[in-house]
């Protein structure tokens, strides 16, 4: 089913979310900047081809072809996802491992998942949404040790503690950079 103008509403309202949330953890230009990408051909096509509304689009192309062609080009843009930040570590006889991410791109993947929680989950969002999205994956994704503490320790704080000590915590590592 085709879905451009619903599409173009939830990529639109998510980004606003993001760049909100940049905003509080101090990287308001990332936010500005944040999934631009997500409105060329590339990306806008597939999202409408494969709207569901209630997750990626991107999970029901996969679903159909294996891959997806608009995540392959997405995450090849926005360093603010750790699949952007594989690389070949021939010293250590690796073709190809996780990069550890700066921390700041660390700060934007997660002011994205808490936007993508809250936009998913509507009214059901807790604070804990974005962290039992995380958990299962837990330990299998190639994410570096560090960038994952890093994500996890945030993830964890928004769970217990809420959105202002999460958010104190992402200003607080930024500062240290």
């Known amino acids: 089913m085709w879905h451009p ?11 606003h979310k993001v760049i909100i949330h940049c905003f509080k953890a101090g990287i308001l230009w990332q936010g500005l900047r944040h999934d631009l ?6 990306e806008f096509i597939r999202g409408a081809k494969y709207y569901l509304g209630t997750r990626s689009p ?15 080009h997405h995450k090849g843009r926005n360093r603010h996802h750790y699949e952007y930040w ?11 491992a996780p990069v550890e991410m700066p921390v700041k791109y660390v700060a934007e993947m997660f002011c994205d998942r808490v936007a993508a929680s809250k936009i998913y989950k509507g009214k059901a969002y807790t604070d804990a949404a974005a962290w039992e999205y ?12 560090n960038t994952a ?19 104190s915590k992402v200003k607080a590592a930024l500062r240290k950079r």
Do not use: M, V
């Open 5 to 15: 103008i619903k599409h173009f509403k939830t990529i639109t309202k998510h980004r």
């Open 149 to 167: 503490a890093l994500l996890e320790d945030w993830l964890l704080t928004l769970r217990d503690e809420g959105e202002a000590a999460a958010f």
């Open 134 to 145: 995380y958990a299962p994956k837990k330990g299998k994704l190639p994410i570096h040790p």
């Open 58 to 72: 991107n999970e029901k192309e996969r679903e159909l072809y294996g891959h997806s062609k608009a995540w392959l």
């Open 86 to 96: 594989q690389d070949a570590i021939p010293a250590e006889g690796k073709p190809l």
């Open 37 to 42: 990408s997500k409105y060329s051909p590339s």
